[in-house]
């Protein structure tokens, strides 16, 4: 799924990783999970994961929204970074998956920190944004590319001055480029992309990434 033409890239993420992310059998059970029950390697690196990780301490982040739970991977290098009585809010459409992450977070001593949102993630946006809860400090968007869209309009709303956003998966091996329309997911990177030029409220960038996950990258957005 993420072969690299060139196999310096994988090789540089095994070093780094070796260095930089020491083993961790939490994490490690995650990811075993995730193979077993036959879902793709579609969570975050490990280096990725801590990058995550020291963003949300940085600002530091107390009440984080994620998109896209999946198996719960980037959720527990979340839920990591909080301090005492802080809180992930993470929204899953599948069932398999949402149990699949419960267990994890269970099994990661992270379950009073972690709440799993299930069904659509737009229903679930604007059930928190109807009953009115504090912003967030810090979100990761990482739900269906098609609607990422819709999920910046509501995420916004979600927001304060100061909250940072990070979105996944805005590169796809350099896809971005494709403007044909014919791929849905790239069709709605490609127009979450061109509502964040002179966005009124965003100050934007994104980082282009290579890795064990392929040729991908980050947006980064804060709210001014
Ligand atoms: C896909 C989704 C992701 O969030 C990701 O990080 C990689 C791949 C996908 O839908 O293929
Ligand atoms: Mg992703």
Redesign the pocket.
Known sequence: MYENENPVFDNVDAYLEERLTPPDETLELTLNRQDEAGL?P?A?SPLQGAFLNILAKSVGARRILEL?TFAGYSTIWLARALPEGGKVITLELQDVNADLSQRNFDDAGLADRIEIRRGPAEKSLNILINDGVKPFDFIFL?AD?IRYPTYLDQILMLSRPGTLIIA??VIRNGRILDDSGKDPSIRGVRTFLDMLKDHPQLDCTALQTMGC?GYDGFAMMYVR
């Open positions: 793709p579609m975050v896209g990482d590319k996944d998966n996950k």
